[in-house]
Nanobody, 124 residues
Framework: QVQLAESGGGLVQAGASLRLSCAAS????????MAWFRQAPGKDLEFVAY????????TYTDSVKGRFTISRDNAKNAVYLQMNSLKPEDTAVYSC?????????????????WGQGTQVTVSS
């Protein structure tokens, strides 16, 4: 079992940067693929980024490519989302998620473990 806790959200102006962290408990973190999702008010949950067990494969939704970077540190049981050049449309609750199977999927239902989320608000 994996428990996840996000941190690092906040209120920033457009163009600023934030780094989200997701701390995982459990000894099997290194054998879980990880992803970040976000949900804006009144909108569906949206896939943001994915990283495989070893951090070799990363995938991003088109709207964040070139601005966001997902990474992980298996020694620290943590995954990160570096967000640069933030835009007002990036405003959402960001959640990290984990799945045991090591192949890419952007479907929320394929992820078994979820954190509570952290709010990111970008003002114009």
């Amino acid at each position: 079992q994996v428990q996840l806790a996000e941190s690092g959200g906040g209120l920033v102006q457009a163009g600023a940067s934030l780094r989200l962290s997701c701390a995982a408990s459990g000894r099997s973190f290194s054998t879980h693929a990880m992803a970040w999702f976000r949900q804006a008010p009144g909108k569906d949950l949206e896939f943001v980024a994915y990283i495989d067990w070893n951090g070799i494969l990363t995938t991003y939704t088109d709207s964040v490519k070139g601005r966001f970077t997902i990474s992980r540190d298996n020694a620290k049981n943590a995954v990160y989302l570096q967000m640069n050049s933030l835009k007002p449309e990036d405003t959402a609750v960001y959640s990290c998620a984990a799945r045991r199977v090591n192949y890419y999927t952007s479907a929320p239902d394929d992820y078994r473990y979820w954190g509570q989320g952290t709010q990111v608000t970008v003002s114009s």
